[in-house]
């Protein structure tokens, strides 16, 4: 059968006609930023650059980054490339990370938004005689509008409701005949547990797929995921600095994210040289959008860790890959050295029978060494067992975390649903070195 | 079919074109707006190798640059000049003849051809033995376009077909181009006249100094603020320029 797509012109379109579509997009972008940006001005000015010294795609690389700092510099409206009148919407950034940023949209910025979000829906599997449930918060968070729009402008049926609220979630979903849901993967998971609580069973729900994002994830915790809400799930990707969902999405085949190269360009460096990797290598990816107009950015440091996958895709797509985000650059922990991603803890977890993928790493210095330790829920049906039970699943967590991550680890199991929930981002990481830096 | 890359244009030691990139797919109607003096009409120049250029300028695969005009013509690129430029003392008929000469063809195909222009355009039909100095503004542009299709050409460059004409001609003369771009030709168009020309084109270009400033749908450059105060008469000034310190 042939591939579901939004936008099937563009989405096949010949790699050399993204190309070209590329350059001029990112020549006219050029132009805009360094008349318009004073930011952009003054950094092509200090580097000695024009923007028509750009004659290709590669180089782009002689360009200089922007930064979430940056934009945190430039707050409020600082970035922004039109007027402030012809902006039409405002969201800001999650601030989880620290101060928030604003991210502008012109109408023609929601509109490809719009296009975009609904071409991720698409390739997800969602079609016009879906029941959408929305459950990413909405408000000032990309994430619900975003897909909002795109469901809507394919025909589909939109429940806007909203995070939080599991119970309701399931009940909705169920006297609804939802048959898509939009979360992150954490509270899809959080309401599979608690569909179970409920005595709701899958097959009493008419769910049918699952669009996750937001949050980094692994391959364990969907097969978990596809597992205990009987869906199909795919990934998807994006960030409000540079629009909001709907920058990547897989398609059925699973195998990485096509991005939206027709208003992004990708590029993968060396996060801490910032140099450019080849095809295929891992790095931070680093994203320039050609299309925005309230807010564009030249090479905005993501901060999220993946490579760029060029092959041909099964599904017709021509549109380059990304491999699901490993973690953040600024998730990324580095333990007496060895750098330690939360879903290298979540794969391992996954695996080992006992344990849900609940879990946080605190990290901590006892005298000038790091210590890290992972806190871990364990199933209801173990913690009421005998401790040595428990002590065996504590060695065994431990060593299987030391295996693949080479560092000594300490294992807290704690109790069932102790650890905090939420339908934002789940935190991973609890650092306490911070005052000794 | 068309595509330019990094194209930058000069007129003696003046760059009037800073590496432009821009494509025109098969069948579409492309226009390029901006004000006066941003570089649309040295753009459809340079491809008609009428001015020294330097980048790629690439139709169907081949790079044009450095080709003598007539060649360029023969390579089924007809440009119809802004001002028309026609012979005063020639007849329509004349030009007609003129404007299938680059294909060197039987007779009877040119007189063939010469009744669709005038099935095309049947004002010209009626006035076949007349001089051109004695027709219309809206006649004139009628001819110079049909003088230019005689060549049969795979794409045609347009420039300012609405310069100096009653709006009621313009729009005649928009609804044949759209008609010719449907029966398969492609268009390059330059316009001043943006609202007119993003209504009968499929993408566009603004241009600025000699720069590409902005490209989109007809629909994205039509619902683009800054567009509209630029060039839609909404405004003043132009569009980089126009709305420094607006925020």
Known sequence: MKAQMWNPEVETLPREEIEQLQLERLQSTLNRVYHRVPFYRQLFDEEGIVPEDITSLSDLANLPFTTKEDLRRNYPYGMFAVPLRDIVRLHSSTGTTGFPTVVGYTANDLRHWSELTARVLVAGGVGRDDIVQIAFDYGMFTGALGFHYGAELIGATVIPISGGNPERQIRIMKDFRTTGLLCTPSYALFLAEKMEEMGVSPAELSLRVGLFGAEPWSEEMRRQIEERMGISATDNYGLSEVMGPGVSGECEEKAGLHIAEDHFIPEVVDPKTGEVLPPGEQGELVLTTITKEALPLIRYRTGDITRLIYDPCPCGRTHARMERVSGRTDDMIIIRGVNVFPSQVESVLMAIEGTTPHYQLVVDRSGVLDELEVWVEVGEEIFSDEIRKLEALEREVRDALEGVLGISVRVRLVEPKTLERTSGKAKRVIERRRSEL | ?247
């Open chain 2, 1 to 247: 079919m068309l595509r330019l890359r990094n194209l930058s244009a000069y007129y003696g030691r003046v760059r009037a074109l800073h590496r432009i990139s821009l494509h025109v797919a098969p069948g579409e109607i492309v226009c390029l707006i901006g004000a006066n003096g941003a570089g649309k009409t040295t753009t459809l120049r340079a491809i008609s190798g009428l001015v020294r250029t330097e980048g790629q300028i690439l139709y169907d695969g081949h790079d044009l640059r450095g080709l003598p005009p007539e060649k360029i013509v023969e390579m089924g690129v007809a440009h119809v000049p802004e001002g028309r430029q026609l012979f005063s003392d020639l007849t329509v008929l004349d030009h007609l003849r003129l404007g299938a000469y680059v294909r060197r063809v039987p007779r009877r195909e040119v007189e063939r051809d010469i009744e669709a222009a005038f099935a095309l355009f049947p004002a010209l039909g009626e006035r076949a033995d007349q001089p051109a100095g004695t027709l219309s503004g809206g006649e004139g542009q009628m001819l110079a376009i049909a003088k230019a299709l005689m060549a049969r050409p795979k794409l045609l460059l347009l420039d300012e077909p609405s310069l100096g004409l009653a709006p009621m001609l313009v729009r005649e003369i928009f609804r044949t181009i759209k008609k010719l771009s449907e029966e398969g030709l492609t268009v390059l168009l330059v316009e001043q006249n943006a609202m007119m020309a993003l209504e009968v084109s499929d993408r566009g270009y603004v241009l600025e100094t000699g720069r590409i400033v902005l490209e989109g749908t007809s629909e994205e450059l039509l619902g683009n603020r800054e567009v509209q105060r630029a060039y839609l008469g909404k405004g003043r000034g132009g569009f980089l320029e126009g709305v420094r310190g607006a925020i």
